[in-house]
């Protein structure tokens, strides 16, 4: 069967990860979480202290940093410079930093050449908020999931207050509109649906019922 490149595109907390997740596995393809790749930098800059506005210690701290995923107990782990960063990258400081550095038109540049790079044999599910607009414009497949944004804090939370447990809803769900206002309003490669991608709502759909609506338009592409 022809190997094609799917991206999923959408706001923090559509559904994104899980579901890209699911339909690689579904598909025995690679998946791709370009977030993470947005997280890894803002997490090396942040201990670094390279602040935003050096370009040129920003450009030196992305070229000299390798990012890498590897399984591990059939989990997806992200290693940045040989070191395991999987939980380090999921704090809510880092899910802001990465909104912040991700604006960063040397970070762009940079991360677009290395999901290019990821992405070049096809057989992917890449998740991202700009794949099927700049990173994988000619994906075969493309989607983009957009849930209420009560829905998405509520799917946050509920991740959330098992390690927080004086986390607010609220609090979660101020977050979640902060981070949608910078990663779509940003001039470069904003959170955008890309002409041909299919929407799908996924506020009152359960993750399975979203696998399957996407692997139904997967076997008319192939
Ligand atoms: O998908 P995520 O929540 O892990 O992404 C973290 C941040 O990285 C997000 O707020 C914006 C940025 N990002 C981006 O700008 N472009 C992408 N393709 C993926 C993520």
Same mark, same amino acid.
């Given at each position: 069967?022809? #190997?094609?490149?799917?991206? /999923?595109?959408?706001? +923090?907390?559509?559904?994104?990860?899980?579901?890209?997740?699911?339909?690689?596995? #579904?598909?025995?393809?690679?998946?791709?979480?370009?977030? +993470?790749? %947005? @997280?890894? /930098?803002?997490? !090396?800059?942040?201990? !670094? #202290?390279?602040?935003?506005?050096?370009?040129?210690? &920003? %450009?030196?701290?992305?070229?000299?940093?390798?990012? +890498?995923? *590897?399984?591990?107990?059939?989990?997806?782990?992200?290693?940045?410079?040989? !070191?395991?960063?999987?939980?380090?990258?999921?704090?809510?400081? /880092?899910?802001?930093?990465?909104?912040?550095?991700?604006?960063?038109?040397?970070?762009?540049?940079?991360? &677009?050449?290395?999901?290019?790079?990821?992405?070049? !044999?096809?057989?992917?599910?890449?998740?991202?908020?700009?794949?099927?607009?700049?990173?994988?414009?000619?994906?075969?497949?493309?989607?983009?999931?957009?849930?209420?944004?009560?829905? @998405? +804090?509520? $799917?946050?939370?509920?991740?959330?207050?098992?390690?927080?447990?004086? /986390?607010?809803?609220?609090?979660?769900? *101020?977050?979640?509109? *902060?981070?949608?206002?910078?990663?779509?309003?940003?001039? &470069?490669?904003?959170?955008?649906?890309?002409?041909?991608?299919?929407?799908?709502?996924?506020?009152? &759909?359960?993750?399975?019922?979203?696998?399957? $609506?996407? %692997?139904?338009?997967?076997? #008319?592409?192939?």
């Amino acid at each position: 069967m022809k #190997k094609i490149t799917i991206v /999923i595109d959408g706001p +923090a907390g559509s559904g994104k990860s899980t579901v890209s997740q699911k339909l690689a596995k #579904k598909l025995g393809y690679t998946y791709l979480d370009s977030g +993470a790749l %947005y @997280r890894s /930098i803002a997490l !090396k800059a942040s201990h !670094k #202290k390279v602040k935003s506005q050096n370009s040129q210690q &920003l %450009y030196r701290l992305c070229k000299n940093s390798i990012i +890498a995923f *590897k399984k591990k107990e059939g989990k997806q782990h992200v290693f940045l410079d040989h !070191k395991d960063i999987t939980q380090k990258i999921r704090t809510r400081k /880092i899910s802001l930093l990465a909104s912040l550095y991700s604006k960063l038109p040397v970070v762009r540049k940079a991360l &677009l050449y290395q999901q290019q790079k990821l992405g070049k !044999k096809g057989g992917m599910v890449a998740e991202g908020r700009d794949l099927g607009t700049v990173v994988f414009p000619k994906a075969e497949l493309k989607f983009f999931l957009i849930a209420s944004l009560k829905e @998405r +804090a509520k $799917r946050r939370y509920l991740e959330l207050k098992e390690k927080f447990k004086k /986390i607010s809803l609220r609090h979660i769900e *101020k977050e979640i509109q *902060k981070r949608d206002k910078e990663d779509s309003k940003r001039a &470069l490669a904003p959170l955008k649906k890309a002409k041909d991608a299919i929407s799908l709502d996924t506020t009152s &759909l359960t993750i399975d019922q979203v696998v399957s $609506r996407m %692997y139904k338009e997967f076997l #008319k592409r192939v």
